[in-house]
């Protein structure tokens, strides 16, 4: 069993920045991939991103250049530093693990997921 627990949501206004983080417990074998998440008002959750501990990143077109997730192994933390912060970026934003294929689109591989964080970006 894993536990995820993300912080850092917040409102900012659009252009701004904004780091969030994922606290993870208990399997930390889970922890080989891991990925944000998000899920905008009124809409299906999708994947933005993903880090495995070989060192690939991948990222959604939607915040490629924008983003960028990390992982400190060592604090058992993951992070997603978001910049140029857009309203459209607005959503619940979500950590997650254990994807046997890594893939951000594949939100049904991830088998455990934290509880969410909000963002909000007003314009």
């Known amino acids: 069993q894993v536990q995820l627990v993300e912080s850092g949501g917040d409102s900012v206004q659009s252009g701004g920045s904004l780091r969030l983080s994922c606290a993870y417990s208990?399997?930390?074998?889970?922890?080989?991939?891991m990925g944000w998440f998000r899920q905008p008002p009124g809409k299906e959750r999708e994947g933005i991103a993903t880090i495995h501990n070989d060192g690939t990143k991948t990222y959604a077109d939607s915040v490629k250049g924008r983003f960028t997730i990390s992982q400190d192994n060592a604090k058992n933390m993951l992070y997603l530093q978001m910049n140029t912060l857009k309203p459209e970026d607005t959503a619940i934003y979500y950590c997650?693990?254990?994807?046997?294929?890594?893939?951000?689109?594949?939100?049904?591989?991830?088998?455990?997921w934290g509880q969410g964080t909000p963002v909000t970006v007003s314009s």
């Open positions: 208990g399997d930390t074998y889970s922890s080989y991939c």
């Open positions: 997650a693990a254990h994807s046997p294929s890594c893939w951000y689109g594949d939100l049904t591989d991830f088998s455990y």
